[in-house]
Nanobody, 121 residues
Framework: QLQACGGGLVQTGGSLRLSCAASGRTFSSYAMGWFRQAPGKEREFAALISMGGANTYYADSAKGRFTISRDNAKNTVYLQMNSLKPEDTAVYYC????????????????WGQGTQVTVSS
Protein backbone atom coordinates (compact mmCIF):
# COMPACT_ATOMS: atom_id res chain seq x y z
CA GLN A 1 0.00 0.00 0.00
CA LEU A 2 1.27 3.44 -0.96
CA GLN A 3 0.29 6.68 0.75
CA ALA A 4 1.23 9.95 -0.92
CA CYS A 5 1.17 13.31 0.78
CA GLY A 6 2.73 16.75 0.64
CA GLY A 7 0.67 18.40 -2.05
CA GLY A 8 -0.86 21.82 -1.68
CA LEU A 9 -1.27 25.28 -3.12
CA VAL A 10 1.86 27.18 -4.02
CA GLN A 11 2.69 30.26 -6.06
CA THR A 12 4.66 30.17 -9.29
CA GLY A 13 8.32 29.69 -8.50
CA GLY A 14 7.62 27.99 -5.21
CA SER A 15 8.57 24.53 -3.99
CA LEU A 16 6.88 21.46 -2.63
CA ARG A 17 8.16 18.14 -1.39
CA LEU A 18 5.95 15.14 -1.96
CA SER A 19 6.35 11.99 0.07
CA CYS A 20 5.09 8.49 -0.56
CA ALA A 21 5.21 5.97 2.25
CA ALA A 22 4.95 2.28 1.51
CA SER A 23 3.81 -0.47 3.80
CA GLY A 24 5.41 -3.88 3.80
CA ARG A 25 8.94 -5.19 4.02
CA THR A 26 9.82 -5.35 0.31
CA PHE A 27 9.98 -1.65 -0.55
CA SER A 28 13.61 -1.93 -1.61
CA SER A 29 12.62 -4.53 -4.21
CA TYR A 30 10.59 -2.01 -6.17
CA ALA A 31 11.53 0.78 -8.48
CA MET A 32 9.41 3.82 -7.72
CA GLY A 33 7.88 6.39 -9.99
CA TRP A 34 5.99 9.63 -9.77
CA PHE A 35 3.27 10.39 -12.29
CA ARG A 36 0.86 13.25 -12.61
CA GLN A 37 -2.53 13.84 -14.14
CA ALA A 38 -3.98 17.22 -14.94
CA PRO A 39 -7.72 17.72 -15.48
CA GLY A 40 -8.78 16.43 -18.86
CA LYS A 41 -5.37 14.97 -19.61
CA GLU A 42 -3.84 11.54 -19.48
CA ARG A 43 -1.60 10.45 -16.65
CA GLU A 44 2.00 11.27 -17.50
CA PHE A 45 5.37 10.20 -16.23
CA ALA A 46 7.37 12.65 -14.12
CA ALA A 47 10.29 10.80 -12.51
CA LEU A 48 11.53 7.38 -11.47
CA ILE A 49 14.18 5.92 -9.22
CA SER A 50 15.68 2.46 -9.22
CA MET A 51 15.39 0.01 -6.33
CA GLY A 52 18.62 1.04 -4.65
CA GLY A 53 18.35 4.69 -5.59
CA ALA A 54 21.43 4.79 -7.79
CA ASN A 55 19.57 5.55 -10.99
CA THR A 56 17.00 8.22 -11.69
CA TYR A 57 15.23 9.40 -14.78
CA TYR A 58 13.06 12.43 -15.43
CA ALA A 59 10.54 13.63 -17.94
CA ASP A 60 11.80 16.59 -19.92
CA SER A 61 9.28 18.78 -18.12
CA ALA A 62 10.81 17.82 -14.78
CA LYS A 63 14.52 17.93 -15.58
CA GLY A 64 16.42 20.52 -13.60
CA ARG A 65 13.46 21.31 -11.36
CA PHE A 66 12.35 18.02 -9.78
CA THR A 67 14.46 15.60 -7.76
CA ILE A 68 13.36 12.11 -6.87
CA SER A 69 14.96 10.30 -3.95
CA ARG A 70 14.21 7.42 -1.64
CA ASP A 71 14.98 6.22 1.85
CA ASN A 72 14.64 2.47 1.91
CA ALA A 73 15.06 2.38 5.68
CA LYS A 74 11.91 4.50 5.96
CA ASN A 75 10.07 2.86 3.05
CA THR A 76 9.57 6.30 1.56
CA VAL A 77 10.12 7.95 -1.80
CA TYR A 78 10.23 11.70 -2.24
CA LEU A 79 9.74 14.19 -5.03
CA GLN A 80 11.27 17.59 -4.43
CA MET A 81 9.72 20.08 -6.82
CA ASN A 82 11.29 23.51 -7.28
CA SER A 83 10.56 26.44 -9.58
CA LEU A 84 6.99 25.29 -9.91
CA LYS A 85 4.88 26.51 -12.81
CA PRO A 86 1.11 26.66 -13.32
CA GLU A 87 1.43 23.82 -15.83
CA ASP A 88 2.69 21.59 -13.01
CA THR A 89 -0.81 21.69 -11.52
CA ALA A 90 -2.05 18.11 -11.32
CA VAL A 91 -2.77 15.21 -9.05
CA TYR A 92 0.55 13.50 -8.36
CA TYR A 93 0.70 9.74 -7.91
CA CYS A 94 3.46 7.51 -6.67
CA UNK A 95 3.75 4.01 -8.05
CA UNK A 96 5.83 0.90 -7.47
CA UNK A 97 7.21 -1.46 -10.05
CA UNK A 98 8.81 -4.84 -9.53
CA UNK A 99 11.52 -6.01 -11.91
CA UNK A 100 13.14 -3.09 -13.64
CA UNK A 101 12.17 0.48 -14.37
CA UNK A 102 9.71 1.97 -16.82
CA UNK A 103 8.16 5.27 -17.83
CA UNK A 104 4.84 3.74 -18.85
CA UNK A 105 2.16 3.86 -16.19
CA UNK A 106 0.77 0.54 -17.36
CA UNK A 107 3.92 -1.26 -16.22
CA UNK A 108 3.59 -0.27 -12.56
CA UNK A 109 2.14 -2.73 -10.10
CA UNK A 110 0.90 -0.58 -7.23
CA TRP A 111 -0.40 2.97 -6.98
CA GLY A 112 -0.93 5.51 -4.26
CA GLN A 113 -4.10 7.54 -3.95
CA GLY A 114 -2.66 10.79 -5.30
CA THR A 115 -1.99 14.20 -3.83
CA GLN A 116 -3.14 17.48 -5.38
CA VAL A 117 -0.57 20.08 -6.39
CA THR A 118 -1.89 23.47 -7.45
CA VAL A 119 0.42 26.21 -8.69
CA SER A 120 -1.11 29.66 -8.90
CA SER A 121 0.09 32.25 -11.39
Amino acid sequence: QLQACGGGLVQTGGSLRLSCAASGRTFSSYAMGWFRQAPGKEREFAALISMGGANTYYADSAKGRFTISRDNAKNTVYLQMNSLKPEDTAVYYCAAKRFGVAVSATEYDYWGQGTQVTVSS
